[in-house]
RNA sequence: GCGGGCGUCGCCAAGUGGUUAAGGCAGCGGCUUGUGGUGCCGCCAUACGGGGGUUCGAAUCCCCUCGCUCGCCCCA
């Protein structure tokens, strides 16, 4: 195949797939503005360091997954794979952190090198939300909330919100020496996969989908075994919010996420309708990171949502009831090279009072640009040919009825505006309205 | 990186060794001259993802390759 064609792994989106996009940009917006977030945006490409320092080398993002290459001045280059570690570094460069907490909002494009499938891409977008700076508990179940209601709010149900606590750093160096005694035990009895984690990141195995190490881990020592008072206290507290804000969740003790920053709250929103890439939001505490990409000890808190496979849940669900694509209100027909001018005109002024309108740039004859006309989906058609224009007038046409007037220009402008005044765009509106 | 499924016109889709590759949708042209939605007629893949091979003969069999897709891994 020599056609042209994007990459693998990236995709177009389409006339009639952007506009549900566009709701959900619209509706998180909206979330998002009410809940006292700001908007950062970020370049695409960062340094590698970056991410090696913030994922942590030894995760399977950073190790086989990153689009990195060198640019022409040497400079070793990533596309981001993940968007906390960019929004940390620029906090950090600007000391917007000095200025206080920062509640803050991204999306955009995200890029993974992996074997695409369902719900998953080599370039996908994420929506997310960092709040720096925030160590209270509560911090984390407003984050939490601020995901749920986005995602309730645009109407996805079965929803799933799995929560864990992986503790501190200290928490997590004595679990994971618990761990990799007890695990080293086992050696024979666990699966290749996870033999070669014991050493590199022990913690993943505990989510193994392998039926039979799963069966051997159901034994195996827990994490919230291990964690400190203050860190169970914390969870608990974390726990007492969502209950009162009655936002239902599972206790996961296996929940462990991908990437190395990750402390104590960690959790994940799945729905049992994605096939294998369930998750559609996931996130977590990440108090460690903004120290040690340079800055001083701040407590923060994170979580990104999965565009893709949020349309995905959102084409199942509610994308039936909407008409993605907004119908013209009028048509207009002209022939001849007057007619034409006019009516390029009058559309113009139309669309200046706030009509949708679509203008035939055809030559065609009047029978090809009613039909066209009528496929459009407008209701109403402005003609004028040769002998309008003779006459000073022009024919207005209702579609519905097939009847039609012939008028002045500035007459059938007025009728047409009067019926459809409202001034902007409408993306969402039916066709036939 | 590893497995499974698939790959015929823009879309859907017949066709599983024999000289014409169905059909539907969309598109284009026409059915009295400047009036649509239905109807009727016509046009629309020397071509079956690409490359080799088997055969008198292949879209149909074999090999390789590319792509899509689902799953593993991983994650959003």
Redesign the pocket.
Known sequence: ???L?????M?DLLPEQTAIWQQVEAAARSQFHRAGLAEIRTPLLEATELFARGIGTS???VGK?MYSFEDRGQRHCTLRP?GTASVVRAALQHGLLNKGPQRLWYTGP?F?Y????????RQ?H?LGVELLGFADPRSDAEAIAIAWDLLTALGIGNLALEINSLGDACDRSHYRSVLVEWLEARRDQLDP?AQG?ISTNPL?IL????PETQALLAAAPLLGDCLSASSQQRFERVRQALDRLEIPYQLNPRLV???DYYTHTAF?ITSSEL?????????GRYDGLIEQLGGSPTAAIGW???L??LVLLLQAAVAPAMHPLAAAQVYVIS?GEAAELQALALARTLRQAGCRVELDLTA?????Q??????SGASWAL?I????IEQGVV?L??????T?QRLPPELAIGELVARFCDAGPQPFSSPTA
């Not at 064609?5 to 792994?9: A, E, K, P, T």
């Open positions: 195949m020599d056609k064609q994007s990459l693998r792994g995709v995760t399977d993002v997954e993940e995200m993974r992996e074997r695409p499938q369902a719900g998953r891409q996908f994420q996969e984690r993943r989510d193994s989908k392998n996420r991908g990437l994940e096939g294998a890439q369930a998750t559609v939001c996931g996130g990104a949502i999965g893709e496979r022939r065609a004859a009047f029978a090809k009613l039909k066209r006309a009528d496929r003609l040919g040769e002998g309008e024919i046409k209702d579609l519905r009825l097939s039609e």
